[in-house]
């Protein structure tokens, strides 16, 4: 009987020692804001991105702008990169639009941030499926500049132009009808 229980208490401590113990489950740290996130990582990738294919019209006549060397391919790839990936930081739930003592910087223009936040969360399917939007328009780019392929990726730039202007007129200036009309106009979408 004692080497009955000794072998149970030895299986025990064997089956205790080997299980392993899930780590407590936690919600990901979210102290940056969308507008940190749009700030530091959206805008400046984008801001690349457009400037690197151009077609330049001047007294010269006109000049094609795009990355010739595999540097310069490699630079615009990885802003493209950042692009792809920012959307699934954005959608983060608990994220917030912006902190507690931001205001808009155009407030005739754009909605306070506890404006968008409301309709952010009231249409979190919409803001998930417009960050899609981009994220997918970034794989056009990436596509296209792996591909090394210059009017892809000015194609790809388009579309990642419209998905943020789509946003931005949904969220943050929905009331500009100015911005409205130019959106019907240039063939901007303007999904619900």
């Known amino acids: 009987m004692r080497s009955q229980s000794l072998l149970i208490a030895?299986?025990?401590?064997l089956a205790s020692a080997c299980s392993r113990t899930e780590p407590p489950a936690t919600d990901h740290a979210s102290p940056a804001t969308i507008k940190d996130i749009m700030d530091s990582m959206v805008e400046p990738s984008a801001d690349v991105l457009f400037e690197s294919v151009a077609e330049i019209a001047d007294e010269k006549g006109i000049t094609q702008k795009a990355p010739r060397?595999?540097?310069?391919?490699?630079?615009?790839?990885?802003?493209?990169?950042?692009l792809l990936e920012a959307p699934n930081l954005l959608?983060?739930?608990?994220?917030?639009?912006a902190q507690p003592h931001e205001r808009s910087e155009n407030p005739q223009v754009e909605l306070q941030p506890e404006d968008i936040q409301k309709l952010v969360d009231g249409d979190r399917p919409g803001f998930v499926r417009r960050a899609r939007m981009l994220q997918d328009?970034?794989?056009?780019?990436?596509?296209?500049?792996?591909?090394?392929?210059?009017?892809?990726?000015?194609?790809?730039?388009?579309?990642?132009?419209?998905?943020?202007?789509?946003?931005?007129?949904?969220?943050?200036?929905?009331?500009?009808?100015?911005?409205?009309?130019?959106?019907?106009?240039?063939?901007?979408?303007?999904?619900?």
């Open 69 to 82: 060397t595999d540097a310069e391919w490699q630079q615009v790839r990885r802003h493209a990169v950042v």
């Open 10 to 13: 030895g299986l025990l401590v």
């Open 137 to 192: 328009s970034a794989a056009l780019a990436l596509k296209a500049i792996d591909g090394k392929d210059k009017t892809a990726l000015f194609d790809a730039l388009v579309s990642i132009d419209k998905a943020c202007e789509n946003c931005h007129l949904h969220y943050w200036y929905p009331n500009d009808k100015r911005a409205q009309q130019a959106a019907r106009e240039g063939g901007g979408s303007l999904a619900r």
């Open 91 to 97: 959608i983060m739930e608990g994220r917030r639009i």
